[in-house]
């Protein structure tokens, strides 16, 4: 392949799903009502897609709030039945069957969770590896779960391409030392400093050659 990639690597959230912005509203409503706080949908977008801040703890402190606590009501409240009902599949998800490279997912969202929602939107066929972020393997902008990923998937750092939406995915792989792609849908991150940038997946294929 152009570029010399041999296998790709892949965020979930914000990248290959996303979940309904009246549903993420409604969540980060209700959070706000138990800490005292009014908090918007505009704020819900900066939080899932990590904007003005290099992770979404930095974006909570910058609202005020103990992340801590945030994410203790936020999960009390984001149930999995919850979260499987209001999640969809980017309709650019569809151009990565026409790529014929080994493909794995690095994810905070954990392990089960993942697994039904790649089977509810129907793409768990496209994946040879999942890593979920966990205490043992660190959360992105670690570059753990991305060098698990790599070991699942029998590449080097050097051949693999991780694409992601946040500066945690950016910052992820570039400390495992693999090349990163910054997808970016609505145009909110082009100053992240990836090696590559993507307002869509159907471009993919042309950056891989």
């Known amino acids: 392949m152009a570029n010399g990639f041999d296998g790709l690597l892949f965020d979930l959230d914000g990248t290959l799903v996303d979940n309904d912005d009246q549903y993420m509203e409604g969540v980060l409503s209700c959070v706000g ?7 918007t949908v505009e704020q819900a977008r900066d ?3 990590s904007r003005g801040a290099p992770t979404r703890e930095e974006v909570i ?27 969809y599949l980017h ?25 039904k929602i790649l089977e509810r939107v129907g793409i768990s066929d496209m994946f040879s590896a999942v890593v979920s ?11 753990l779960p991305v060098i698990y990923a790599l070991a699942e998937l029998g590449l080097q750092p050097t051949r693999a391409l991780f694409i992601g939406d946040t500066a945690s995915d950016v910052a992820a792989a570039q400390d495992a030392g ?18 590559y940038y993507l307002g869509s997946l159907r471009e993919l294929p042309a950056l891989l050659g």
């Open 33 to 39: 009502e138990r800490l005292g706080r009014g908090l």
């Open 47 to 49: 939080l899932w897609y």
């Open 61 to 87: 402190r910058g609202w005020g709030l103990d992340p801590d606590e945030f994410w203790k009501v936020f999960n009390e409240l984001d149930t999995e039945e919850n979260r499987l009902a209001h999640t």
């Open 91 to 115: 309709g650019d998800v569809v151009v990565l069957r026409e790529i014929r490279l080994p493909k794995a997912i690095v994810t905070h969202t954990p392990q089960e969770l993942t697994r």
């Open 133 to 143: 972020c966990d205490e043992c393997s660190g959360w992105k902008p670690s570059p």
């Open 178 to 195: 693999v090349a990163s792609a910054i997808l970016d849908r609505n145009g909110w991150q082009r100053d992240l400093s990836a090696d």
